[in-house]
Each structure stands twice: as structure tokens, then as C-alpha cells.
């Protein structure tokens, strides 16, 4: 980040909002001086709360002097990952239902609403089939009251968006829906990944703006004129409108931003960054001072998206994983997120009355379960529980006039819902809405006991660990080093897997015995010399640099089972809030370059130049004639006239997004790629640092 244009006294605010924290940083842009910093928990149904406690809870004297406030957010990961993006209608154009069937790859298109239609082109953008508008809009007239918004997909659309342009403009004229076109999001030919980005941008678009809207507002209500920019994926910043525009683009912003502000403290050009958190690992490689980018397309779940994003690695691993036996009484960490139970005892002090109560049960009534407490969040507004489209249940009604009275374990529960089990309890409703919450056992738990980090309730901790020991007739303090072997055995497993793309059979507790797995057999031998002869190694050349409140506790065996050196920066626990201001504004244009051949597809007789769209969606009211860019595709006899003329294009349209994008002075640089086939990709990438406000 170059900061020498930048007044002394120029301030900007980061923030990050993590599954567990949202995390805040204040900082003065010209010396790189951080002034304050500050944690929050996260309120998932509402993010802005942690975003308005940690303004809050910096003390910014003079909001005038904030030029800039950057985000990272987890929210459209999340949204994927949970369902819970509006409903989408996928139109799609030309593709081959039985193609689709056959492989299975209708799961893969984000929403259960999509429809075929006859139209569509080919490899070489001729049309494959007359577009059926008038099946399209009978479609549209039968579900537009079902639905919240439009994407459209059409076979090799960024080789020629004709049909995807004309079914743009005539559903226009019959709905005002946000309508997403596939071409407007990425120039790969990947047929299912690019229906697949159309649908969850479309998804997505009310869920960020409404986002966007109340960061706007809490900036207003703290008097903050500044302004708001957005971490994409690949750690790039983009602004407020763009994102809104675009959500799609910030999967994996939260990771991305880490990595950004891993290397922004620790001024390594090349190292390896883990973010530990409460709910996940993120692990992403630093080479020569740039986050390593995937080219694939981002995944978030099922779903694989034509959309750039950093390459990492997130696992289900943090502070505030739920420790807990398996089926086989083994010990087992996470992956679900848990409250520990020495934050519930400091909130609740009952709870902790009751762990000294069940640390004197004998071992066959002390179980584990006891230990798992849900207690109530907030009080359901008669409508809440109607969000996912359904009433309330009288078992719902019940569970939560039960926890009115406060935290009950689960077996105290199942008993007074009079149920064998809680699985009969459907509870994953009030548990996504944070109606209800969950608290465990968790790592946190045990940094208490050990002294390490004890902001709370250090006795509740160490009882509940008495008790989950004592059911295995195993001492406490023989139980916690293996909870801390199990949590480096996962962060060096997918350390060893994110690095070498290859498969390797995740650890369970339990070295090798006669299965002949190499791997396996490797991998333990590695960590703990268990083979009498041989000695087998990891070496990691990179250090590592740690990032997070628990890195500290979570990486020291790591870096010691890996052969490397820990990095712990300073601010290290809010590095994720400091890359959110620490990156630049990038844009890149893609405009492609591909023959036009004669009707017998033998003889060249020219080359078009394709660009896309500069809009990516209409805003309710208005028209489709409004809009300020259009597609365009030119015709060229000479190749190199084509490729000038894209290289011009792609230069003045990269330059022109960046400046929209919220650049200060960005600088182009255009690349020539080939497709084979006489195809070629010009790319213009638009760099440049955020513009404050001055």
C-alpha cells in the first residue's frame, strides 16, 4: 500500500466480520500507525450490530478524519453456505437437459428453479438454435410472484450475448425483478459454472445491498462521510456500489483479507498464512508479496463458481470448536461452534453451580452430553419463526419458553420435551435465526484451565473438563495434550494438502497399524518418530505467519512439526481488519478475440472482438434502455486489426471500472492469452490505491 500522497493525520477504519468476531482497526493511512483496535462478537442476523459495537468501542474523536472505511465479510459465503439467499428463477439458454441429467449436474446450478429454453450458440458464437422468447416470458408471467430475482444463461453467451441481451430487454418489459446475465460475470466458456455464478450473484444481490445499506447507515449515524470499499475474494478492494452490483465476487473475502494483512504486518513476500479463528482455520500462500490467486474459480460448498478468488483452504477448527467424543470414544474437535462454556458460566453463573453438582455424579451419570448446554439468544418476534415460510411447532414454542428460565443441558431438555434424544428436537430453524444458542467444551475451555487466556469463568472450565475426563477414567491434565496433539495433527494435514493438491487420509487420533497406508504411515511418522529405522520429515521453506486471537496458542507444534518459524506480528488478532484496508483496487476487463468463419466453418473470413456489459443488473424503476454500457461485437479481416482494437478496449474499459471502482490513479497493464483454436483473451488489469476522501 503506497501511502505517500496521503496528508499526515489521514485516517481509515477496517473492519472484518468473521463467524465469531468482528474485528475493528483504526489506523493512520501515511505512517501506518495503528491507533486502536477492538473485538466484538458477531451477530449473524444482523452484522451491522458488531460493526456499530466496534465503532463504538474504538473512540474515533474526529469522524471528519476518516478518509476511508473497508470491509471484509463473510456474509455471501455464509448465505451459500446456509441457504439463505433469495430465490432465484435460472433461465437457461441452449443447454442439453439430458447432458445436464446424465451427469448430475443440476445440483450444481444453486437453485431448484431452472428452465430450458431453445436457443443459444456456438464455439465460433453462431447461433446454434433461434432463441424461444415467447416460452420464456410465459415462464416469467407464471413465476415472477414467486420468486426475487432473474439469472440467464446462454450457451457460449461470452462469445455472443445476443440472446442473453434479448431476453434481458423483453422480461424487462414484463417484471421488475433484478435480472443477473451469465456473460456480465465471467468470460469462461464453463457452461455450469457460469449459470452457477449468474444464479447465486441473483441470490445474493438483495442480501448485500440490504448489507451495504446498514453500514451506510451506521456510518452516518457515527458521522462518518467517507468512503465504503469492499474485499473481493482475491483480496482486491472494490467499492460499495460495485459490490453491491456483484456480491458474488466477495466469497471468501474474510480468508483473503487475512492473508493480505498477514503480509501487510509482517512485510514477508513469500510465507505461508494461518488464520486461526473461533469457528474456522484459513490457511493461503504468500508469493513474491502477492496472496497465490485460483484461477479455477472459487467453491463454497458444492457450488463451483466462475469467480477469481485467493486459493486457500478453510477447516472446520478454532477456539471455540465443540470437543466431544465420537461414535468410537475417541475425542473429537469440531466442526461444529460452540459458546465455551467458561463465557456461558460468566454470563449465567447457575451454569457453573450446576458443573460443580455434576463433577460429584459418579462417571455413568456424568456424561458428556451434560456438558452441552442451549440456551436462549433473544425472544422470537411472533413473525421470526415464520422467515423459512412455515409456523412455529408446539416443540419449538416449548424449547424456548423453557429456556426463558435459563441455559438447560441437552439431557435436561429431551427430558422436559419428553423426547429420547434431541435429534428428535427440530431445532436447526431457531439455531440459524440465533434464537437459541449452543455452549461446549472447547479449546477456549482448556486455555482457561491451562492459565493461558482466562477472561472468564476459569472454575466452570475446569470442572466441565473433570467431567469429560473423568467419563474416560482418564486425568484431566493427560487429556488436554492430546486435545492439543488432535488440533496440530488437522492444522498439519491440511497444511500438507493445501500445499500439494493431493489427497491424504485425514487423521483420526490413531496411528497406522496394519492398513498399509502410506500416506497415513508417513504423515504420523512425520509428527511423532514412531518407526524405530526410518525417519520421515515435513519442511515447510516458508515461515508461517500466524493470524488470529488463538494463532498463538494453536500454531507453536505446527511450526515445530513442519521444521519453520512462527511470525506473530504485532496486532496479529485483528490482521483480517487491517487487510481490508491494506489492499488495492484491481479491475480486469476480458474481451475476446475469435474468427468468423464461412457457413462450411472451412474458411476464415474474419475475426470479431467481444466485450461485455458494463451493467450487471437493472435497480427497480429502471428501464432497460437506461443503461449506460452495452455488448459489443466488432468485425475485423486482419487478426492483428482485431487484436489492436481489443487491446484498446480492454485498456480504456479496464481503466474506466477502476475509476468507478473507487481507484485513486490506477495504472493498466494488458496481457495477450490464447484460447487455441485462432481465440484469443486480451486483459486488461486496472491497479491502483482506494481514493480518499481529501
Not at 287 to 304: F, I
Not at 646 to 669: F, H, T, Y
Request: negative net charge; proline residues 5%; aromatic residues 6%.
Amino acid at each position: 500500500m503506497d501511502t505517500n500522497n496521503s496528508p499526515p493525520g489521514t485516517l481509515v477504519l477496517g473492519i472484518d466480520t468473521g463467524g465469531t468476531y468482528t474485528d475493528g482497526v483504526l489506523m493512520e493511512y501515511n505512517s501506518r500507525r495503528v491507533l486502536a483496535t477492538h473485538k466484538s462478537l458477531t451477530t449473524k442476523r444482523n452484522f451491522s450490530i458488531g460493526i456499530e459495537q466496534v465503532i463504538e468501542h474504538i473512540h474515533i474523536q474526529d469522524p471528519s478524519a476518516i478518509k476511508m472505511v473497508s470491509i471484509s465479510t463473510t456474509l455471501a459465503t455464509n448465505a451459500i453456505a446456509e441457504g439463505k439467499g433469495k430465490r432465484v428463477a435460472l433461465l437457461l439458454i441452449g443447454y442439453d437437459p439430458e447432458l445436464v441429467t446424465s451427469f448430475k449436474l443440476e445440483r450444481r446450478f444453486a437453485t431448484p428453479n431452472y428452465y430450458y429454453f431453445a436457443g443459444g450458440h456456438d464455439l465460433y458464437g453462431r447461433e446454434q438454435e433461434p432463441l424461444d422468447l415467447p416460452a420464456i416470458l410465459a415462464q416469467v408471467n407464471q413465476i415472477k410472484h414467486k420468486i426475487d430475482a432473474i439469472a440467464v444463461s446462454s450457451y457460449f453467451s461470452p462469445l455472443n450475448p445476443e440472446h442473453e441481451n434479448r431476453v434481458y430487454k423483453a422480461v424487462s418489459s414484463i417484471c421488475d425483478l433484478p435480472i443477473v446475465l451469465g456473460h456480465q460475470l465471467s468470460t469462461k466458456l464453463g457452461s455450469v459454472e457460469r449459470a452457477t455464478t449468474a444464479a447465486l450473484n441473483a441470490s445474493l444481490l438483495a442480501v448485500l445491498q440490504e448489507f451495504v445499506i446498514a453500514v451506510r447507515r451506521t456510518m452516518e449515524r457515527r458521522q462518518i462521510d467517507a468512503p465504503l470499499m469492499v474485499v473481493r475474494g482475491d483480496g482486491t478492494l472494490m467499492s460499495d456500489e460495485f459490490a453491491a452490483h456483484t456480491p458474488v465476487e466477495t466469497i471468501h473475502s474474510g480468508p483473503a483479507a487475512s492473508a493480505i494483512g498477514g503480509r501487510f504486518l509482517s512485510e514477508l513476500d513469500n510465507a505461508l498464512v494461518v488464520d486461526v479463528g473461533g469457528t474456522t482455520t484459513d490457511i493461503a500462500l504468500i508469493q513474491d508479496g502477492e496472496v497465490t490467486v485460483s484461477e479455477e474459480g472459487a467453491t463454497v460448498g458444492e457450488y463451483k463458481t466462475a469467480v477469481k478468488a485467493a486459493h486457500l483452504l478453510s477447516i472446520a477448527l478454532g477456539g471455540d470448536s465443540h470437543i466431544t467424543l465420537n461414535r468410537e470414544k475417541q475425542i473429537a474437535i469440531g466442526p461444529e461452534r460452540v459458546v465455551p462454556l467458561a463465557h456461558l458460566a460468566h454470563e449465567y453463573p447457575q451454569v457453573g453451580n450446576r458443573l460443580k453438582a455434576l463433577s460429584r455424579r459418579t462417571w455413568a451419570q456424568a456424561t458428556p452430553d451434560w456438558l452441552e448446554y442451549w440456551f436462549l439468544l433473544r425472544e422470537p418476534h411472533e413473525d421470526l419463526l415464520q422467515a423459512d415460510g412455515r409456523h412455529p411447532t408446539t416443540q419449538e414454542k416449548a424449547l424456548v419458553e423453557f429456556l426463558r428460565d435459563g441455559p438447560q443441558p441437552v439431557p435436561e431438555i429431551a427430558r422436559h420435551l419428553n423426547v429420547l434424544h434431541v435429534a428428535q428436537i427440530g431445532v436447526q430453524g431457531l439455531l440459524r435465526q440465533e434464537i437459541i444458542g449452543k455452549a461446549g467444551l472447547t479449546p477456549t475451555d482448556l486455555l482457561h484451565v491451562e492459565g493461558r487466556h482466562t477472561p472468564w469463568d476459569v472454575e466452570a472450565a475446569s470442572l466441565a473438563l473433570e467431567v469429560f475426563s473423568h467419563y474416560q477414567f482418564r486425568d484431566p491434565a493427560e487429556l488436554r495434550p492430546e486435545v492439543w496433539r488432535r488440533t496440530t495433527e488437522m492444522i498439519v494435514h491440511a497444511i500438507v494438502t493445501f500445499l500439494t493438491g493431493r489427497n491424504l487420509a485425514p487423521p483420526n487420533g490413531n496411528p497406522p497399524g496394519n492398513d498399509n497406508d502410506m500416506g497415513r504411515w508417513f504423515f504420523y511418522n512425520a509428527l511423532y518418530d514412531t518407526h524405530p529405522h526410518l525417519e520421515t520429515r515435513f519442511r515447510l521453506h516458508e515461515p508461517i505467519i500466524g493470524i488470529g486471537a488463538p494463532a498463538a496458542f494453536f500454531l507453536k507444534d505446527v511450526t515445530d512439526a513442519l521444521h519453520t518459524d512462527l511470525i506473530l506480528p504485532e496486532h496479529h488478532q485483528v490482521a483480517n481488519a487491517l487487510g481490508a484496508i491494506a489492499g488495492t483496487v484491481m479491475v480486469t476487463e476480458e474481451i475476446l478475440v475469435y474468427p468468423m468463419l464461412s457457413r462450411s466453418g472451412l474458411e476464415v473470413l474474419g475475426y470479431y472482438v467481444q466485450t461485455s456489459e458494463g451493467g450487471w443488473h437493472r435497480p427497480r424503476g429502471q428501464k432497460a434502455s437506461e443503461r449506460s454500457t452495452t455488448s459489443e461485437r466488432r468485425e475485423f479481416e486482419e487478426l492483428h486489426d482485431a487484436l489492436a482494437c481489443a487491446r484498446a478496449l480492454s485498456q480504456e474499459r479496464a481503466l474506466g471500472a477502476a475509476l468507478r471502482s473507487g481507484a485513486d490513479n490506477p495504472q493498466v497493464v494488458v496481457e495477450e492469452l490464447t484460447d487455441g483454436l485462432d481465440t484469443y483473451r486480451i486483459r486488461a488489469k486496472a491497479m491502483g490505491n482506494p481514493r480518499l476522501t481529501r
